[in-house]
């Protein structure tokens, strides 16, 4: 089973900022936050990682709580592009991924 | 640099078939990983090849079984389908074991009739 827990659909206009939430409760001190998107009849998209500090790079942020307990991904000004479906993942280094069933962001005109 | 390439695109088999995917790595990455995706859910970890050798293995039984060769390139062997086999197939490559992002291909759709 997933160790993450993500809203089922969020929606978000364009040009705004996209949050995405995930709770990971049980995060072990060695895993990492990985974040993967996946539009439609794609394969995943690699967006981000961290383990405590928060992380940006040209696609997003992430923001992770002090207890590491759980996260939110930005989207600084989300496009009609961004609209997909949003993974969080909690891995070690191992890279064995289990993917939940993830967020389905909509980005609206 | 080309991404991650997987073939064929599409494929139709019958229950009781044999299949094989294939998968390209990026240039220069020594791990991959096959994940089976069932239509509105999440990939599932199939298993993971690291210089060449089995290194973690998801629930998946005994009939599915995979090679990585020198070149790093793999293949997903499926013996006995079942019409629950039918997926999208997908590999993802990355520079070396451990921390490091995972490139996906576009992915194989099987179909088990």
């Known amino acids: 089973d997933a160790k993450t827990t993500q809203p089922p659909s969020m929606d978000c206009a364009e040009g705004r900022a996209a949050n995405l939430p995930c709770n990971h409760s049980?995060?072990?001190?060695?895993?990492?936050v990985y974040w993967y998107r996946q539009i439609h009849s794609q394969g995943p998209q690699y967006i981000i990682h961290g383990l405590k500090n928060n992380e940006t790079n040209e696609m997003a942020s992430l923001i992770i709580t002090e207890d590491r307990k759980s996260s939110t991904l930005i989207l600084p000004h989300a496009t009609l592009r961004d609209t997909a479906v949003y993974y969080c993942?909690?891995?070690?280094?191992?890279?064995?991924?289990?993917f939940g069933p993830g967020t389905r962001l909509s980005v609206l005109p | 640099e080309t991404g991650v390439t997987q073939s064929p695109t599409h494929l139709i088999k019958t229950r009781g078939q044999q299949v094989t995917l294939r998968c390209s790595s990026q240039?220069?990455?020594?791990?991959v990983s096959w994940y089976q995706q069932a239509l509105g859910q999440g990939p599932q970890f199939i298993f993971q090849?690291?210089?060449?050798?089995?290194?973690g293995r998801g629930n998946f039984p005994p009939r599915f079984s995979g090679l990585q060769f020198p070149n790093y390139s793999s293949e997903l062997n499926v013996n006995a389908l079942e019409l629950d086999d039918s997926a999208l197939y997908l590999c993802?490559?990355?520079?070396?074991?451990?921390?490091?992002?995972?490139?996906f291909g576009p992915g194989t759709r099987l179909t088990v009739t």
């Open positions: 240039s220069g990455h020594n791990t």
């Open positions: 049980t995060i072990s001190g060695n895993e990492y």
């Open positions: 993802a490559s990355s520079l070396e074991y451990g921390v490091y992002e995972q490139y």
């Open positions: 090849y690291y210089r060449e050798e089995e290194n």
């Open positions: 993942i909690v891995d070690n280094y191992g890279q064995n991924f289990v």
